[in-house]
């Protein structure tokens, strides 16, 4: 199964070469996580995942209904292509192309479609790496917002009508979606990208440690690995702010969240405020983890943390499922484990499920009707099996079609999906939320900005509380989701 998956890799990564040139990565949501932060949709996946046998049962009848409804529209529409559109017709097609795997995969998917539908052309356009979001707004000011696109702003482009709701026969493809006034306008590419310990599993062995069952077995596990000295217990890449969001997550998460699941809402509302001792507390847990950390972990770039895994600098890394394709490629005999920190109070709280960026329709470009079918059968093309196959092990994207793609991956990877459907919650990161629970603009970096602060001990943390609060007191008067103070 290992050599399959890196032969994936291998092939993906050649293809890449080939195909584009190289690409930054995105610095914007959690999703501008580039392969890395990003976020959103509020719903728990596979809630029903152990809910006895019958409805194990049905839900697997579900998913084969769904995977055959998939490959019968496939297979009709590759005996008449040209019935879905009255004349030829072309779409503009933009995503992120910052990382190699996701352009090979896009580029696959998107000549296969061209070659199945004679009469539609795809032509994809740059995605410009680096910062996704700013592109997006600049070809939008330009007059050249595309057709077809990886939407990762979606309440923003929601409340100014850009775009286009999907139709019901394509929201039933997920298992889980995010809906705007009940309508739903992206669909996602994967479940969101579950954060979790990716550790140097032969060195684990080699000192008989386990994975640690509960939090404090945890902080116990870092507290061995530091004592023995040979190296780091946690490497963290803390140059890019993003990057902290991982663990800001996580603590906010397990001190905020499973108190306060509208803890945002509630501030707006101004009922409650990042004086709060659970965010206190979210602070406190961070500074006893970052004590783990190696040293310059705030000058070390998201880059570098492979280099320092797999070159014995340190036993682990907290960071999302992308990284696995990233630590094969750089030592494809790297033993990778992996695991959820547990919370605090025994729960395993995970980020996941289907969030609010994804694919998504221009309503400009919808207006026309033939690209409004070529565009909706371009996202069921896209997540036909065998096409999103391609997606999800390339780019070790967690399935989020009810239809099972059958993916062949690597061991690690396969827990991962396993931990998703056993969370006790899964959801999307702080600042990938919708409606009265969205962030103020800006409001995230400088929480993170403020949590560095903190963990470099320039700041305490009752100071740090004082300017989230003045900050915060700004920005939502320019935007409040509560009472609609720059919802447009």
């Known amino acids: 199964m290992k050599k399959k998956f890196l032969a994936v890799l291998l092939s993906a990564s050649m293809a890449a070469i080939v195909l584009a040139g190289c690409g930054g990565s995105d610095s914007g949501s959690t999703s501008d996580q580039g392969a890395a932060d990003a976020a959103a949709g509020s719903e728990a996946e596979n809630a029903d995942a152990q809910s006895g046998d019958e409805a194990g049962a049905d839900d697997s009848a579900q998913a084969d209904q769904a995977a055959d409804a998939q490959t019968d529209a496939g297979e009709e529409a590759k005996g008449a292509g040209d019935a879905i559109v009255t004349e030829p017709t072309e779409l503009t097609y933009i995503f992120a192309d910052g990382d190699e795997g996701a352009k090979a995969s896009m580029n696959e998917i998107v000549e296969k479609f061209n070659e199945t539908y004679p009469d539609i052309t795809v032509t994809i356009e740059p995605g410009n790496g680096g910062a996704y979001s700013e592109f997006i707004k600049t070809k939008d000011s330009v007059g050249e917002f595309p ?21 019901d026969d394509i929201v039933a493809l997920f298992r889980t979606t995010t809906e705007f006034d009940g ?4 669909a996602p590419f994967g479940g969101e990208n579950t954060n979790g310990i990716i550790y140097n599993k032969t060195y684990f062995d080699e000192n008989g440690w386990t994975e640690p069952a509960t939090y404090d077995e945890f902080i116990t596990l870092c507290q061995n690995i530091k004592d023995k000295g040979d190296m780091a217990p946690l490497v963290v890449g803390g140059q890019d702010i993003w990057h902290m969001g991982f663990w800001f997550h996580k603590a906010y998460n397990d001190q905020v969240l499973s108190k306060d699941a509208d803890f945002i809402k509630h501030c707006y509302e101004g009922t409650k405020d990042f004086s709060d001792e659970t965010f206190k507390a979210t602070f406190e847990e961070l500074q006893t983890i970052m004590q783990y950390a190696q040293e310059g972990w705030v000058s070390t770039p998201d880059a570098q943390i492979t280099t320092f895994l797999v070159n014995d600098m340190a036993a682990m890394m907290y960071s999302g499922t992308h990284m696995f394709s990233q630590i094969a490629q750089a030592d494809p005999e790297f033993e990778m484990g992996w695991f959820a920190i547990p919370s605090p109070d025994g729960k395993t709280r995970l980020v996941g499920g289907g969030g609010a960026g994804g694919l998504a329709i221009s309503a400009e470009s919808a207006k026309d009707p033939n690209k409004k079918a070529a565009a909706e059968e371009f996202i069921r093309f896209f997540y036909a099996p065998e096409n999103y196959k391609t997606y999800c092990e390339t780019l070790s994207a967690i399935p989020s079609t009810v239809a099972d793609p059958g993916l062949d991956v690597l061991d690690v990877f396969q827990e991962v999906i396993d931990a998703n459907a056993s969370a006790d919650d899964l959801a999307p990161m702080w600042n990938g939320r919708v409606g009265e629970n969205e962030l103020p603009p800006d409001f995230r970096n400088f929480t993170y900005k403020t949590l560095i602060e903190v963990l470099q001990g320039t700041r305490d943390i009752d100071s740090a509380c004082e300017e989230l609060n ?19």
């Not at 057709?147 to 139709?167: F, Q, S, W």
């Not at 309508?183 to 992206?186: F, G, L």
């Not at 003045?470 to 447009?488: D, H, M, Y």
């Open 183 to 186: 309508k739903v306008y992206t």
């Open 147 to 167: 057709d077809v696109m990886e939407m990762r702003d979606t309440a923003m482009y929601v409340r100014a009508g850009k775009l286009e709701p999907l139709p």
């Open 470 to 488: 003045k900050t915060w007191q700004v920005s939502s008067e320019s935007f409040n989701p509560v009472t609609g103070v720059g919802i447009e």
